[in-house]
């Protein structure tokens, strides 16, 4: 048991990144080793990153609730699947709206858009969903949201809980299987391995 303790520590430190700069954009991509249920084989879009500390939306986890069926002015806009995602354990009757913007959209000089990184924004559900649409290639509504205090993802972090990675513009709005590993599989070699990582170790 020690031993296979210590390969698992040895592990982490293997695949956790030197330089894990946390910032708006930023995905967090739980570790083989996150079993904790709420972030278990998540990625995590981070929104925002200071001194207070940080929020993030889990951008792999479709619910069984159609967007049509909460917010229906917004389903045509709504990436598909056209679903509510659970975005975390936090305010889960709280709405929050990411939108990857169409290439040249000048996002700082448009009401009910707030940028987070490049062409993804906030947006504001109070907004015009007609004038939105030309504007935007797709739009994800989350149920909820990740935070933590200042401090906290720090300590995760050198635990190895989470992978720091540079997200796509069109990640937030991704439909993919299994995007968790789908992101880890683009990543360079060793990291690109950990994508091969059984969901249930006992099938291994």
């Known amino acids: 048991m020690a031993r296979a303790e210590e390969h698992g520590d040895r592990s982490r430190r293997e695949f956790q990144h030197e330089d894990q700069v946390v910032r708006p954009g930023s995905l967090l991509v739980s570790a083989t080793e996150l079993t904790e249920p709420a972030f278990r084989r998540t990625v995590v879009y981070i929104v925002e990153h200071n001194d207070a500390g940080s929020l993030g939306v889990v951008i ?20 598909e699947p056209r679903a509510l995602y659970v975005g975390g354990p936090v305010k889960r009757q709280a709405a929050l709206c990411l939108t990857t913007v169409r290439v040249g959209t000048a996002i700082n000089r448009l009401d009910g858009l707030r940028r987070v990184d490049g062409r993804v924004a906030l947006l504001d559900l109070d ?27 720090e300590g995760e972090l050198e635990r190895g809980d989470w992978i720091v990675l540079s997200a796509l513009p069109t990640d937030p709005i991704a439909r993919r299987t299994d995007l968790w590993a789908q992101i880890l599989r683009r990543q360079p070699m060793p990291l690109s391995l950990l994508a091969t990582h059984p969901i249930e170790l006992e099938r291994n």
């Open 60 to 79: 792999n986890r479709p619910s069984d609730t159609a967007v049509r069926d909460v917010l229906p002015q917004w389903a045509e806009l709504a990436a």
């Open 127 to 153: 907004s015009d969903p007609d004038v939105i649409a030309p504007l935007v290639e797709g739009i994800r509504i989350f149920a909820g949201y990740a935070g933590w205090t200042f401090g906290q993802l």
